[in-house]
Every structure is written in structure tokens, then in C-alpha cells.
């Protein structure tokens, strides 16, 4: 059958996932039996293989999502502290940077003064 012909037979729900409840029903199961396709591996796979072939979402497709989500929140988190650790980092070496250019500067200054009179200039308090 072609892609776009296929209709589903698994129950499913209004956005495209396989409806478990319903799926319980149909195969003339009791309700409460419905957790053996959430909690066996099995049974979940038979299943989401099934509801793929048929163009549906399958069993904890939800669940998935808000794990993938929540590991992609994790992960820009985790990236935005350490965005934020460089950018600490990275002002502190550009101020050390800044002062060392300061220092050569003067030391320049005073060697040029060294050269030209030949007098040492005294740079540290006195005691």
C-alpha cells in the first residue's frame, strides 16, 4: 500500500501516538493489565514497531521526548555556566594583560630616563 494510503489499525489518540487504553480493550484485555506494555520491554517494542509501520508515535514516545528534553535543557545549561566561567576568565587575563602593559610602559620610561641621564630612578617606597 502506499505511504499516504495507509490508515492505521492500532487505537491511537488524537495526535498520532498509540492509544494503550484502547489497544487493552481491543485485544479483550481488563484495563489494569495495560502497565504489562508500559513496563515490558517486549510487549513496548512489538508494539512501537508495529505503530511505526503504520505511521503512528508508539508506546512512552512522550516519555522520550521529555527526557530528550530535559537532557537538551541539562546540556544548555551546563554550556551557559561554562560560557559564563570563560568569559569570567577571559576578563580576568585581558585586566591581567592591561597590567602588565601598564608596567612595561613604565619600565620603558624609566629605562629611557636610565639611557639619557644615567641617573637610576627610584620606583619603590622608601622605608
Do not use: C, W
Not at 505503530?51 to 554550556?79: C, M, W
Not at 620603558?108 to 644615567?118: A, P
Request: no cysteine; aromatic share 2%; hydrophobic share 40%.
Amino acid at each position: 500500500m502506499p505511504l499516504g494510503a495507509r490508515v492505521p489499525t492500532l487505537p491511537s489518540t488524537d495526535d498520532g501516538k498509540v492509544n494503550v487504553r484502547a489497544l487493552t480493550l481491543a485485544l479483550g484485555l481488563k484495563r489494569h493489565r495495560e502497565q504489562h506494555f508500559y513496563n515490558h520491554a517486549e510487549l513496548t517494542g512489538l508494539v512501537n514497531s508495529i505503530a511505526e509501520a503504520q505511521g503512528l508515535r508508539g508506546i512512552k514516545s512522550r516519555n522520550q521526548a521529555e527526557t530528550e528534553d530535559v537532557e537538551i535543557a541539562d546540556r544548555i545549561a551546563r554550556v551557559q555556566k561554562e560560557r559564563g566561567d570563560l568569559a569570567r576568565l577571559l576578563a580576568e587575563r585581558e585586566a591581567v594583560i592591561e597590567r602588565q602593559r601598564r608596567e612595561i610602559a613604565a619600565l620603558r620610561e624609566q629605562l629611557r630616563l636610565l639611557e639619557e641621564t644615567g641617573m637610576v630612578v627610584r620606583t619603590a617606597a622608601i622605608r
